[in-house]
């Protein structure tokens, strides 16, 4: 008795199984690969309404951090900071904590050197449609402008020019080479 | 209420168990399908009958007329070439055109009344190879 | 039980197989090739000399079959060739089960270097001419004719104004020797044939944009450093310059009255929507948002602009009614929806939707917010519509390349566009051309 229940739950199991599988065509294969793909994807979930991205640091913490430039800037001096790119998640303007460093030795050195002039180029990763990542990179360039000019950097040092998803860094699609396209290229 | 006092302890199973007619019911698919393209190999010929209820000719469904001669040469009423005795490769090149365009098309077999038999069966093996399913041979009602 | 179980399984393995074949055959259902109007298009007879250097006929059957609603007769299959009536045997044409057929005849004319094209539609089941016309051009011109021919045969048998006589713009990119990225902007008619390129930069162009009178186009170039928006007379080659902002200049888009564009420019700080007349050269703000608002279209009727704006967070669709002034929210489905078009008719949009991370085209009904997906590869974008309304051209990827694809706006009929070596991108369909 109980063996038959089991065979007949495998062999319905089994039929369906089979039919399943003779019974896609190319397309949706294709399809079920792509989504395969994309499933492990880890996309950053937006939950502010976007308006903080541009005025994401708040007053006090810029106070403090110009006092610790203040500091800084005695050792840095004329040096040119190395790292001349910080990266963005998807579809997002708001600058990320690991980025403030890297931006401040920038500010150091900007408001050190008031001749420099810096050229801020925004980019975006290739998904979504061309006009709107041009967009968005001229907002990741806007946002590291204004954090620039908090930090005390003269405006007429600062240009902001976007190339959208024009010129990437990294040829791919995948998920490494999208996070090394969004970015702000800081250029002298 | 007394029903319910009588039952016994063991539960009833009041299902069918549908395994033995599925295993027959399949069974008995796989036959038919082994059987059925066995069965259409043949040559499948409808005989003239002496009183044969006429054709229907419909103008959306016209048929294919193939004239075998008594020299056993083959015509096509096709085009202008409906004079010229047509080889069985060529025959079977444009039958194989309608077919592929008209799967369901009749063709319709004229034979000459002493035509003989062998070439009228290769003939409608011809037409069988190039795609016809629906093959019919053309009787004359007898005279009164 | 043993024997009982394998046979259990002969059976399900050539269930499957009845299973494939059936799958197939739906696969073709789909491409809409079922209900498709049989049509035999006989090669045009040459009456002349030395060799003609274009198939009209095979243009037009390309063309027709490429529509999906027409299903041409190959040539192989053909019982005779005719090319005027006395020739045609429609009892023949009849059991070929093709309802149309259509023959021409092509012959030098009484001036030099022209050439007198005739052509006649026929109904088989009729065996009457339904069209028929003689139509004359220059060798060199066989192709526009061609698809002259095949407008005016679609038009017949569909109702539907054919659209094979219409351009395309596109962009295509390119490395070079010095794998410099050499970026050109193209245009070629419907079938991708006759490409021309009109310009070539070392430096990012996006977004062409045809005027309604199909003479222009407006782009965004990068050529100076800075992008800026460029407006080009397709056939003269004459352009000029016509914002240069700080900042963005992009997405420009044609009132259709061709007097405004539409565009989308950042010079007071945020990506807003912009409308600059263009003979006073004034600029009107549009928008009014700390979001980003970008990719305009003006909606046939002129009184309504589709925006993409991140207001809520992603970016959407939506629509600024410019006698009002209310701005609708038209895409609720999904967390990116943007670039959209209208239709023709202006009854629908066309736009650019995410469904689990990949990216789509699809279809909103603005009576009922009904949305459909019309493509399946990921990565597709710019969705450009016919001006007849019935396909939708998009650009996608194959690998690591670009490509165009094409699929009607009822999602069963598609087909892709012969890419060359390079990487082919957002494709621009013109309006119905005026001459």
């Known amino acids: 008795m109980e063996f038959k229940k089991y065979s007949k739950t495998l062999f319905f199991g089994a039929t369906l199984a089979i039919l399943a599988g003779c019974g896609g065509n190319a397309a949706t294969q294709d399809q079920e690969e792509g989504a395969a793909g994309t499933d492990t994807e880890v996309q950053p979930v ?12 708040t007053g006090e913490q810029m106070g403090q951090d110009v006092e610790n430039l203040e500091e800084k800037a005695e050792e840095v001096v004329a040096a040119m900071p190395e790292i001349e790119t910080i990266y963005f998640d998807f579809d997002t303007s708001s600058i990320r904590a690991d980025s403030r460093e890297v931006l401040d030795m920038h500010v150091a050195y900007l408001r050190v050197n008031s001749d420099a002039k810096v050229v801020l180029e925004g980019h975006a990763d290739e998904r979504g ?7 968005l990179g001229l907002r990741r360039a806007n946002a590291v402008k204004s954090y620039f000019q908090v930090q005390g950097v003269n405006s007429d040092q600062l240009e902001v020019v976007s190339y959208g998803e024009e010129k990437a860094a990294v040829m791919g699609h995948n998920n490494a080479a999208w996070s090394k396209n969004r970015r702000v290229e800081i250029q002298y | 209420m007394s029903g319910y ?26 036959i038919f399908m082994v059987t059925a393209p066995i069965l259409t190999q043949g040559v499948k010929v409808e005989l003239p009958e002496a009183v044969s209820a006429p054709l229907d000719v419909n103008e959306d469904d016209l048929p294919l007329i193939v004239a075998v001669k008594k020299t056993g ?17 060529e025959l079977s090149l444009k039958v194989g055109k309608i077919t592929r365009q008209n799967p369901t098309v009749q063709v319709l077999v004229r034979g000459d009344k002493s035509v003989d038999y062998g070439s009228v069966v290769q003939l409608m093996s011809v037409l069988q190879q190039a795609g016809a399913r629906n093959i019919g041979l053309l009787s004359q009602p007898p005279e009164k | 039980m043993c024997v009982r179980n394998w046979l259990k399984a002969a059976a399900f393995s050539l269930l499957c197989f009845v299973q494939q074949a059936v799958a197939d055959l739906t696969i073709e259902i789909t491409q809409g090739n079922d209900r498709a109007t049989p049509v035999a298009v006989v090669p045009f007879a040459w009456l002349g000399q030395s060799g003609l250097s274009e198939d009209i006929a095979r243009i037009v059957s390309d063309d027709l079959e490429r529509s999906g609603l027409i299903r041409p007769l190959s040539r192989t299959e053909m019982l005779s060739l005719p090319s005027q009536k006395s020739e045609i045997f429609f009892r023949d044409w009849s059991l070929l089960k093709q309802d149309y057929l259509l023959v021409g005849q092509i012959r030098p004319s009484a001036s030099p270097g022209v050439l007198t094209i005739q052509y006649e539609l026929y109904d088989v089941v009729r065996q009457t001419r339904v069209l028929g016309e003689v139509i004359s051009g220059k060798p060199s011109e066989l192709r526009s004719r061609a698809h002259y021919i095949s407008d005016q045969v679609f038009e017949h048998l569909t109702g539907i104004k054919g659209a094979f006589s219409t351009r395309l713009a596109y962009i295509t990119v390119k490395k070079d020797a010095a794998s410099q990225s050499k970026y050109e902007l193209k245009v070629s008619d419907a079938d991708g044939r006759r490409e021309r390129t009109i310009l070539t930069t070392y430096k990012p162009i996006l977004s062409p944009a045809w005027s309604p009178d199909a003479q222009h186009l407006a782009y965004v170039s990068f050529e100076t450093g800075r992008p800026g928006i460029f407006l080009q007379n397709v056939y003269t080659g004459k352009r000029r310059q016509l914002t240069a902002f700080r900042g963005l200049n992009g997405a420009p888009a044609w009132s259709p009255d061709g007097k405004k564009l539409a565009v989308v420019l ?7 929507i912009y409308e600059v007349d263009l003979t006073s050269y004034k600029v009107k703000r549009l928008t009014q ?5 970008t990719e305009p279209e003006w909606s046939p009727d002129g009184k309504h602009i589709l925006f993409t704006s991140s207001r809520s967070g992603g970016p959407q669709i939506y629509q600024l009614n410019l006698i009002s002034g209310e701005t609708e929210r038209l895409t609720f489905e999904g967390s990116y929806n943007a670039r959209a ?34 493509t399946q590869t990921p990565l597709d ?42 990487d082919v991108r957002e494709p621009a369909w013109s309006p119905f051309l005026t001459n």
């Open chain 3, 341 to 374: 078009r209208y239709s023709p008719d202006g009854t629908e949009i066309y736009f650019v939707h995410r469904s689990n991370g990949i990216f789509h085209i699809a279809a909103q009904e603005l009576a009922n917010n009904r949305l459909r997906i019309l």
């Open chain 1, 46 to 57: 937006i939950t502010s309404d976007g308006s903080s991205s541009d005025s994401a640091i």
């Open chain 3, 381 to 422: 974008e710019s969705p450009s519509v016919s001006p007849n309304g019935s396909m939708l051209i998009y650009a996608t990827q194959e690998g690591s390349r670009g490509y165009l694809g094409a699929v009607s706006v009822n999602g069963q009929i598609r087909y892709s566009l012969p890419s060359q070596l390079a």
């Open chain 2, 73 to 89: 040469e083959y015509f096509l009423e096709l085009g202008v070439d409906k004079e010229q005795p047509i080889s069985p490769a």
């Open chain 1, 129 to 135: 449609t061309r006009e709107y990542n041009m967009a």
């Open chain 3, 289 to 293: 948002h700390y979001a980003i608002e």
């Open chain 3, 266 to 272: 950042s010079k007071d700080g945020n990506p807003e």
């Open chain 2, 5 to 30: 006092r009588y039952r016994k302890p063991k539960k009833l199973v009041a299902e069918i168990n549908v395994v033995p007619y599925i295993d027959v019911m399949l069974v008995l698919l796989v």
